[in-house]
């Protein structure tokens, strides 16, 4: 049975008692006299006084704090009050009364006991909500998004303020028991004499090297850096022995692959389907690729570079891109096939449709450019090593150069008036009237032995290597490389008056090639390591080019006639500003054979060069009539077709008058007409 002070307590702190003992009321009864006997200034410090301390709601009646109630089971009282006094456990119900409490009261199902409290408490209809979704397997608070966007809460940006600045905890001031092990030991070494303290030098006399250098990096490094070498690419997926299906390449693929050329090719190997790995045969190239690895890690030099932060769009010149440079030939159009021998020269006729053609099969043959059609053959005693069409249209003349012979042609393919001129012209001269005797090239008239195309024969003292015309048609030079006489390496030739002169005596030096400017009185003279201009009114050198090859093997003249390009055997292309200075205004190297050939358009801002790796590489050469702008060069476009025999491949290109088309020969013995 609780005391009065006990029942006053736990009544005066319920709300809704649902039952009342006698004593209970009782106890209520005498709470309620003891506060009507209090002064009335008590009542008004209560009635000004707050409600309750405890503004969150929580329950005060639990006075024992979060412990289980069955430790008071066999008690009658939970918890005491401030004063010390007992608080009376709630009265509990029986079955009868459960019953009858649920069948009146509609809140008993969403009624619980508090388990703290032991008294009964209603659920409210969130709580009946969240009970519900959790017997449900979902989230207790319907609101929530499980699917919400994910932000990132740490970022790769440098934030100026640290996300914690939490104090340094204490262990980071405390002496490290490692680091006092680690300091006795070596004391303990160094007392035993184990290790022995570096010697003093002030007493040892020093000595200063007044010429060496205070640059710590120009002092002799004896623990240089080491650096690996580079790692071999890890296989793939094409390189197993049973890849998957879509690695493995069709008959058109395969053949296509064996087609292309070795550095065109993405893979040096076909993939391949076996069995098992017991199937795998050897790898051929197996030890090659070792002995080339080895080689690589051994011989290949390699330094270590400094890092420097350049933009690389900054080291990329700002070249136009190929097609704003159209046009220029892209695509093989025709391939004419007839010669037996290396194709050595070709020519185009001034309109540009036939062209000629001279190999050391010792024939010359006339084809027809838009067709293919060969229209003659020439045939001669000697190879025929240069053929060269007169420029101008009205003087329909073909010069071969074979032996030691150069013969005047007259192809008869242009309109009969063109070439009944052109006989006239040559049978009206006087042969009583010519005054040249003391040249030692002698002008024949042929024989019946010769083709009946032939007009003239001029007989040299040796064998001749090119042939090339001047522009207006009257004047053509030969040249021969002939080191025995080099007295008598270049003619200049005037047909009108059939006279020929050796001017170039004293030229230091074996000449290569030579060429005439297009409208100036300039003849270009090449030999092994220079180029020499020079002024045919005045007879003096006007100018001396020097590319800084080894061996000069052809020039060519641009049509403005201020700009020079000469191809060497050492794989190099020099451009060469005539006006500008006597070195190359720019050097390609963008072949990998001798450059045989070089060639300019007539019309349009090409230029050509014909190599024996068997390509020939065509590309943009402008030049502006502003003096301050500098040529624009811009390699557009790789030509292949030609194959390579005995590191040999073309030997001559020409361009077409009119048309953006090159035409190329070789050592495979065609002749290809690329468009």
């Known amino acids: 049975m609780a005391s009065d002070s006990d029942d006053s307590v736990y009544s005066g702190l319920e709300e809704e008692p649902d039952t009342e003992d006698e004593s209970s009321a009782g106890s209520e009864s005498e709470a309620e006299s003891e506060e009507s006997s209090s002064g009335e200034e008590a009542e008004s410090e209560e009635e000004h006084e707050p409600e309750s301390d405890h503004s969150d709601g929580e329950d005060t009646r639990n006075t024992i704090g979060n412990v289980p109630l069955e430790w008071y089971k066999e008690q009658a009282h939970v918890g005491y009050t401030l004063d010390g006094k007992k608080i009376v456990k709630p009265a509990s119900k029986d079955e009868i009364e459960t019953f009858l409490d649920r069948m009146d009261n509609p809140d008993f199902g969403r009624t619980v006991t508090d388990s703290q409290t032991g008294l009964p408490k209603v659920l409210t209809d969130e709580e009946v909500e969240m009970i519900h979704r959790i017997q449900q397997g979902y989230y207790p608070h319907g609101e929530f998004d499980p699917h919400a966007p ?6 790769n940006e440098v934030m100026q303020h640290p996300l914690q600045n939490l104090p340094e905890p204490k262990r ?59 790692k071999m690419a890890l296989p793939g997926h094409a390189e197993s022995y049973n890849p998957p299906a879509e690695y493995l390449p069709t008959e058109e693929e395969i053949q296509k692959w064996k087609d292309a050329e070795p550095e065109e090719r993405k893979q040096n190997f076909l993939p391949q389907k076996f069995s098992s790995l017991r199937a795998v045969p050897a790898y051929k190239d197996f030890m090659p690729e070792r002995f080339a690895r080895c080689l690589d890690l051994y011989m290949c030099p390699r330094q270590r570079k400094m890092r420097v932060r350049v933009d690389p769009e900054d080291l990329i010149p700002k070249l136009p891109k190929p097609r704003d440079l159209q046009p220029f030939p892209t695509t093989e159009a025709v391939v004419f096939h007839g010669h037996t021998s290396v194709v050595r020269s070709v020519s185009f006729e001034p309109s540009g449709q036939w062209f000629a053609s001279g190999g050391e099969d010792s024939s010359v043959r006339l084809w027809e450019t838009a067709t293919g059609r060969c229209v003659n053959t020439i045939a001669f005693d000697d190879p025929v090593v240069s053929v060269a069409w007169c420029p101008n249209p009205a003087v329909n003349i073909l010069l071969v150069a074979s032996g030691k012979k150069v013969i005047v042609l007259n192809p008869g393919l242009v309109s009969k008036s063109v070439c ?12 009583s009237a010519a005054t040249d005797t003391t040249s030692s090239v002698e002008w024949l008239v042929p024989d019946s032995s010769y083709p009946d195309c032939v007009r003239l024969v001029l007989d040299h003292p040796k ?63 090449a030999t092994q390591r220079s180029v020499h201009v020079y002024d045919l009114q005045k007879h003096e050198l006007h100018k001396k080019l020097v590319p800084s090859v080894d061996c000069i093997s052809s020039i060519a003249v641009h049509p403005q006639g201020d700009n020079v390009i000469c191809g060497s055997y050492d794989v190099k292309l020099s451009w060469f500003d005539i006006d500008l200075s006597a070195k190359p205004y720019k050097t390609l190297q963008h072949h990998r054979g001798a450059v045989r050939q070089v060639a300019y358009h007539k019309r349009y801002p090409l230029f050509a060069s014909a190599s024996d790796d068997g390509t020939v590489i065509v590309c943009h050469g402008m030049v502006y009539n502003d003096l301050m702008r500098n040529p624009l060069i811009v390699p557009v476009k790789i030509l292949k077709g030609h194959e390579v025999v005995n590191k040999r491949g073309v030997f001559d290109c020409q361009f077409h008058p009119s048309q953006p088309w090159i035409l190329s020969c070789g050592v495979d013995k065609t002749i290809r007409l690329f468009s």
């Not at 006989?423 to 006087?430: E, G, N, P, Y």
């Open 463 to 525: 064998s001749i290597d090119m042939v090339t015309w001047h522009g207006n048609g009257d004047y053509f030079a030969s040249l021969s490389k002939d080191p025995n006489i080099p007295s008598k390496s270049v003619f200049l030739h005037q047909l009108s008056k059939r006279r020929s002169q050796c001017t170039f005596g004293s030229v230091k030096g074996n000449p290569q090639t030579c060429h005439f400017h297009p409208s100036r009185p300039y003849f270009f003279l």
């Open 420 to 431: 009944s001129a052109v006989d006239a012209r040559i049978a009206s001269f006087d042969t």
């Open 172 to 230: 980071r001031f405390v002496p490290s028991k490692w680091e006092h092990k680690k300091v006795m030991k070596i004391v303990r070494a160094i007392r035993n004499g184990w290790i022995k303290p570096p010697s003093k030098e002030a007493d040892k006399a020093k000595y200063y090297d007044i010429w060496s250098s205070d640059d710590p990096k120009l002092s002799t490094n004896r623990n240089p850096m080491l650096m690996a070498p580079p």
């Open 150 to 155: 994910y932000v990132d809460f740490f970022t």
